[in-house]
């Protein structure tokens, strides 16, 4: 049923990618994409399509890239699609006409279980924050970013193994499934909502510029290594290491351990053995740097780094 409906879909990165595929390879109707406008990347600053831009020009979906979501021409263009539905993955806020245009709604893929982590980073603030599980939300857009009513939720458990790169993957191809279910849940009108619930303990998940990658070593060693792995593969943790010759070195730490015990340490302090271990002191531990990445060289394992660099330690 739900593959009769008109539906116009909105996204930008590799993760709004998945569901659109799926839309597509399922054989619903698909029939326009809004994405922002090309940008310029990388040193030759080349203008460069978003990803979802290359799949819909690959499977020739028409394509509009809006300025301003309030243009009055950009919205007859809008009208002229008449959609029964929009579907909004990893886009940007919508104005009350756009989102309100559709017989039937415009709804959102939000890889969080709302009302927790509502904002541009739930993925990393989820593991960040040491979380056992997280999942994808679809919800009705309404005047406030991330809180209208839910329509489906999946969960899945956070493994100590993953990191920011696993768990989007999987997180993905769990949402695009749960798109495809709720367009038909749509579709039958059958569909029954639950409210978001307020309360005190809700944790955000505020965009993550690069200053906020560096890392604090006054927090606890635990807390630091759920924080590198949040951020890596990107936007990727950073400190500065004091070479030998007392030069300071910014390096990215992809991998880390914990090791909780006690010292006496001052947070930042550098321990190693000069060939196999490079660790540094934290609050209840040390946290372990297991691969790195020195500036201008290619991320290696920690042994490789020590055997190029000489640095100040204490043991």
């Given at each position: 049923m739900g593959k009769d409906l008109r539906i116009i879909y909105m996204g930008t990165p590799e993760f709004a990618v998945a569901p659109l595929k799926a839309l597509v390879d399922?054989?619903?109707?698909v029939v326009a994409t809004i994405t922002v406008a090309d940008k310029p990347a990388q040193r030759g600053m080349k203008l460069q399509a978003s990803p979802v831009k290359q799949f819909a020009l690959e499977h020739g979906l028409p394509v509009l890239q809006p300025v301003s979501l309030k243009d009055p021409q950009f919205l007859e263009e809008l009208k002229s699609y008449k959609a029964d539905l929009q579907v909004v993955v990893a886009f940007r806020m919508l104005p009350e006409v756009v989102w309100n245009m559709p017989p039937m709604g415009t709804f959102n893929l939000h890889a969080s279980l709302l009302p927790q982590y509502r904002g541009a980073a739930p993925i990393n603030w989820?593991?960040?924050n040491g979380d056992a599980e997280t999942g994808v939300t679809t919800f009705f857009l309404n005047h406030t970013i991330d809180t209208g009513n839910i329509i489906m939720q999946r969960r899945t458990p956070?493994?100590?193994e993953d990191n920011i790169g696993t768990l989007y993957d999987r997180l993905m191809e769990i949402?695009?499934?749960?798109?495809c279910e709720t367009v038909d849940m749509i579709a039958s009108g059958n569909v029954k909502t639950t409210a978001q619930i307020e309360s005190a303990d809700l944790r955000p998940a505020p965009k993550i510029f690069k200053e906020d990658c560096l890392i604090d070593w006054t927090k606890p060693v635990q807390y630091l290594h759920n924080f590198v792995r949040g951020l890596s593969p990107y936007p990727?943790?950073?400190?500065n290491l004091k070479t030998a010759n007392g030069e300071e070195l910014r390096v990215k730490v992809f991998e880390s351990k914990a090791e909780e015990a006690e010292?006496?340490?001052?947070?930042?302090?550098?321990?190693?053995?000069?060939?196999t271990y490079l660790k540094v002191a934290a609050a209840g531990g040390w946290l372990h740097i297991l691969k790195i990445q020195p500036a201008g060289k290619r991320p290696m394992a920690i042994s490789d780094f020590l055997r190029g660099n000489?640095?100040?330690?204490?043991?």
């Open positions: 399922g054989g619903y109707n989820a593991i960040i956070i493994l100590p949402g695009a499934g749960v798109v990727v943790a950073y400190t010292h006496n340490a001052a947070p930042g302090t550098v321990a190693s053995d000069g060939k000489a640095l100040t330690v204490n043991s």
